[in-house]
């Protein structure tokens, strides 16, 4: 099969033939329809990520058609249409068994432990814990787009934020996260203020429900910004670029009782940020982390694309071949994409 592979961190990315991958006992191999482009396959080609051993194959947004079936998958068959998280937990262990796949102990997550999904074709393990059925409604392309940021966004925003109707909810950077969150957000009848330094991104995230857009580049401070345009800060936050500056700010726009979510990766020397203890102590926040979203809980965020309330199709900005998909993912830390890029021809 066709696939992208690196041999060395932050090298040159090839087009090469390697051997089809065959299925583990529990698990399947799917022919790729499509992969999302993520920041976070960046990360891994930048050596970021310590579960990543060389040569590597990138790619954990995918929606596909199931090829091969391991001997001990009693779920799926040949030619069902599904997609899958990006964290995939093994069912067995103490967090599986609570129903969190997404903190699994054991996790299998292609893209990183394991070759992943810029191939022709991938490999899945326990795929009757991780499939997800697609509806033939949804289209491949818009499915690529659901297993890390979509996803990520939907779980940090309804489970482990909390909103509801009403409510204040700012976003620090719109990216493909950024974007899913205000969609969503926006969706269950939060008020929403986006802060980027990217014009073209709040122009975006208005058409995507904003009420308000913040660039960071010409505000003098941020969080006074968001706490006069939110009457007193923000119920919920989410830093969805994941910097030192944006995680700070974020927690600061708070108002009393408020929540932040953490979805955006802080690495190498900022992975310890400072954050305003103080006021997190005097004001009771919330501080969580998001990572991903588990298989079962999809039904619910699938209900929502059908009915149309949310609309991940309008944050692809465009689709790609899998030949430039080896320029393309080396020049994300440019920031030059417009919404979500999807690959999806092989």
Known sequence: MKAALYEAFAAPLKLVEVPDPVPPPMGVVLEVKATGLCRSDWHGWMG??????????????????????????????????????FVCGCGVCPQCQSGNHQVCDHPFQPGFTHWGSFAEYVAIDYA????????????FTTAASLGCRFATAFRAVVTQGRVSAGQWVAVYGCGGVGLSVIMIASALGASVVAIDIRKEALEL???????????????????EAVRERTQG????????????????????SLRKRGRHVQVGLLLGNERHPLVPMDRIIAHELEILGSHGMQAHCYPEMLEMIGRARVRPDQLIGRTISLEESLQALVRMDRFEERGVTVIDRF
């Open 233 to 252: 800060g923000a119920h919920l936050s989410i830093d969805a670029l994941g910097s030192p500056l944006t995680c700070y700010d974020s927690i600061d």
């Open 128 to 139: 009757d814990v991780n499939l997800v059925r697609l509806p033939e409604a949804i289209e």
């Open 48 to 85: 970021h990520d310590p579960d990543i051993r060389l040569p590597h194959v990138p790619g954990h947004e995918m929606s596909g058609v199931i090829e091969a079936l391991g001997e001990r998958v009693f779920k799926w068959k040949v030619g069902d249409r599904v997609t899958v998280p």
């Open 205 to 223: 995230a208005t058409s995507l429900g904003a009420v308000a857009t913040l660039h960071a580049g010409r505000v003098p401070n941020v969080v």
